[in-house]
């Protein structure tokens, strides 16, 4: 078995977060390709968000299998939904290269690194569909690299507010630390280290953008 039978709720909690962060992207994307100005831009928005709707139901069929009475009822990590509302406030505002850095850079570079960790172990363990697991990690991979050229652009065209934007980074990191640090009894449960994972978070940045 490649998952033992005390771990099922856990994991099932853990991919519980990475959905709703699916969701989320996928509906922050799709408001991004309204406010992007350029047509390469907009399409890779706008496919962005094709793909993070096909994560969230890839992460829920998981969930389905692992823990099929706890679908739907486990609960959204408050540090997420607080995200969430910073999110949608720069949305709101029209404020595109905030939106970006919070999620393709941050949030994307959170899912990227729990994903890449999860591969990991399942690989060791010749976990099935290798393929679906592959390519769903090469595509957070590319929207957070995606995420990470557009802020490096705005940096060197002065497009950006370096003072302003340093304090929202500092903002969207310490509620991913927070949601990491949330779910500590789970990351316990499976052998892993969540004050590390917490830790990895300030790596999602780039330096510039950290005091």
Same mark, same amino acid.
């Given at each position: =078995?490649?998952?033992?039978?005390?771990?099922?709720?856990?994991?099932?909690?853990?991919?519980?977060?990475?959905?709703?962060?699916?969701? =989320?992207?996928?509906?922050?994307?799709?408001?991004?390709?309204?406010?992007?100005?350029?047509?390469? !831009?907009?399409?890779?928005?706008?496919?962005?968000?094709?793909?993070?709707?096909?994560?969230?139901?890839?992460?829920?069929?998981?969930?389905?299998?692992?823990?099929?009475?706890?679908?739907?009822?486990?609960?959204?990590? !408050?540090?997420?939904?607080?995200?969430?509302?910073?999110?949608?406030?720069?949305?709101?505002?029209?404020?595109?290269?905030?939106?970006?850095?919070?999620?393709?850079?941050?949030?994307?570079?959170?899912?990227? &690194?729990?994903?890449?960790?999860?591969?990991?172990?399942?690989?060791?363990?010749?976990?099935?569909?290798?393929?679906?697991?592959?390519?769903?990690?090469?595509?957070?991979?590319?929207?957070?690299?995606?995420?990470?050229?557009?802020?490096?652009?705005? =940096?060197?065209?002065?497009?950006?507010?370096?003072?302003?934007?340093?304090?929202?980074?500092?903002?969207?990191?310490?509620?991913?630390?927070? =949601?990491?640090?949330?779910?500590? #009894?789970?990351?316990? &449960?499976?052998?892993? #280290?969540? !004050?590390?994972?917490?830790?990895?978070?300030?790596?999602?940045?780039? !330096?510039?953008?950290?005091?």
């Amino acid at each position: =078995m490649i998952v033992r039978p005390h771990e099922h709720v856990p994991i099932a909690r853990l991919l519980t977060f990475l959905m709703h962060g699916e969701h =989320m992207a996928a509906e922050c994307a799709r408001r991004q390709a309204v406010l992007a100005s350029d047509a390469g !831009t907009r399409r890779f928005l706008n496919n962005q968000a094709s793909q993070e709707t096909m994560h969230a139901y890839v992460f829920k069929g998981a969930i389905a299998w692992l823990a099929p009475r706890h679908l739907g009822a486990l609960p959204v990590l !408050t540090a997420l939904e607080q995200f969430r509302s910073l999110l949608c406030e720069a949305l709101d505002r029209g404020d595109l290269i905030e939106s970006i850095l919070a999620e393709q850079v941050v949030l994307e570079g959170l899912g990227e &690194t729990i994903l890449t960790r999860i591969e990991q172990g399942l690989h060791k363990r010749a976990a099935p569909f290798g393929r679906i697991r592959r390519m769903l990690l090469l595509q957070e991979e590319a929207h957070h690299a995606f995420g990470l050229r557009l802020l490096e652009r705005a =940096m060197a065209e002065n497009a950006l507010n370096l003072k302003a934007m340093r304090g929202r980074a500092q903002e969207y990191l310490g509620l991913c630390e927070a =949601m990491v640090l949330a779910l500590c #009894d789970v990351f316990d &449960t499976i052998d892993e #280290d969540a !004050t590390a994972w917490a830790a990895d978070v300030r790596t999602f940045v780039p !330096t510039w953008l950290t005091p």
